[in-house]
Structure formats: C-alpha cells, structure tokens
C-alpha cells in the first residue's frame, strides 16, 4: 500500500532522512519506534506531503505521490493524526467530527459514520456539544482520532497518539488502535512508548539519526535484546 524509497528530507543544510525505505502492506499495523529527534515525525511529514523530498519516491496504492501537494492525498485515503492532536478549540466535538469529512462525496454515508465514531469513542458521543477545547487531553486525543477516521481513511498516520496521557488513558488508545485495524484501516504508527508500540504493531522499524537501524516482526524486536536495552528499560 505505502512505499518508501531511499527518501531525504533536509531541514536547510542539516539532513533529517537519509535514504529511509520502507513498506506498509495493506491491513498492517506498522510502527516506527526511535528515541526524539531520529527522525520519526519527519518521516510521516513526508509521507503526508508536509515536508518537500530532497530525494526519493513514495508510492500510495498504486498513485506516486511523490510531488502531490498534502490536500491532493486526502482524497486518495492518507489521512494523517497530528502530533498534538490539532483539534479546533472553540468549535464543538461534532463540528470537529463532521470537518474530518470535509473532503468526502458520500454525504449521505456520514450519519453511520458519525455512529461508528460514537460507539468507538462514548465519550465523544457524551460530548458532542462541548467545546472541543475545555475537554482533556485523553479526550481532545480520541476527538483527533475519530476526526480522522471521518475520512474513511485506507492507511491512519498516527503521530505519538499517547504523548502526555495518564496510563489508564494510553491503554484505552491503544486498544483503539487495535480496533481500527479490525475495521481493515492500514496504520502507520509513530510512538516513543516502544513497549505499547511494539505490542500493537505487525512490524516494526527502528530509526536512529535518520537512518533505518533495525526492521522486523514487532514481536521479534520486542524480545532483541538490543531494543530491550535502548527502548524498553530492560
């Protein structure tokens, strides 16, 4: 579904990516894990056309998207969850929920939509009328999430989902995460949680400095006692 080929991407003169290729298969959740600054973020930015390429090619679903501005991936199904969740503040959970729609032409379909959201996230549906911003950060984080999935997307970019939630609140995500994948939405997940990463994910790749350092079966990686030693606290 998602190919990555000996992608740059440079910050002025410094080189963030250094020739990263990698793969997403459709129905796989597939996580990069890395310590801050390696890169991870940066990847999804070009994936999601936010970062111009100093060089290389991705490929979504059969489209090269490469030079395709970010507006003209939404409609191909990449829909990506910002890194601090970007919801708009003084507009209620439901106007949220219905600007994640804002790209489809199947208006008619976005009543069962909003209900899926609802039963995926209860909370919302308690909320729908409240001011997206006055709502916490667990919450705030579901309403990205279901905002995105609004756009019935075929491959979910989620970027550090659980970054500054309570505990209780970072297994509810990922079990989310688990959820949606049963619902046949491919992701692409970014998370400094390694341990709760690797537990949800099909395949994992380890980037350090912007280099892919280690790629494998997630289950795998977890066991290594490399990964153990950088990203577990063993």
Do not use: C, W
């Not at 998602?2 to 992608?7: D, T």
């Not at 930015?45 to 679903?61: E, K, N």
């Not at 395709?68 to 507009?91: D, N, S």
Request: aromatic share 4%; net charge neutral; hydrophobic share 45%.
């Amino acid at each position: 579904m998602l190919s990555i080929r000996n992608v740059r991407v440079r910050y002025g003169p410094i080189e963030a990516l250094h020739d990263i290729s990698l793969e997403v298969n459709e129905g796989e959740v597939v996580t990069l894990i890395g310590s801050n600054g390696a890169g991870k973020t940066t990847t999804l930015g070009a994936v999601s056309g936010l970062l111009p390429l100093a060089g290389g090619q991705i490929h979504f679903d059969g489209h090269d998207i490469t030079s395709l501005a970010p507006h003209k991936r939404v409609p191909l199904g990449l829909i990506q969850v910002p890194e601090g969740r970007r919801i708009f503040g003084t507009m209620t959970v439901a106007e949220n929920l219905d600007l994640g729609a804002y790209a489809r032409t199947d208006r008619a379909n976005l009543r069962n939509e909003l209900d899926e959201i609802y039963a995926l996230f209860p909370r919302l549906a308690e909320r729908r009328n409240q001011a997206a911003g006055t709502m916490s950060g667990g919450e705030q984080q579901m309403l990205a999430v279901g905002r995105a999935l609004m756009s019935r997307p075929k491959l979910l970019l989620l970027d550090e989902p659980s970054l500054g939630l309570a505990p209780l609140l970072v297994k509810e995500i990922f079990a989310v995460v688990k959820r949606i994948r049963a619902k046949g939405v491919t992701v692409l997940l970014v998370e400094q949680n390694a341990h709760k990463a690797l537990e949800v994910a099909d395949r994992a790749y380890v980037l350090e400095t912007g280099h892919i350092s280690m790629t494998g079966d997630a289950k795998t990686l977890a066991n290594d006692p490399r990964i153990k030693a950088a990203y577990l606290g063993a």
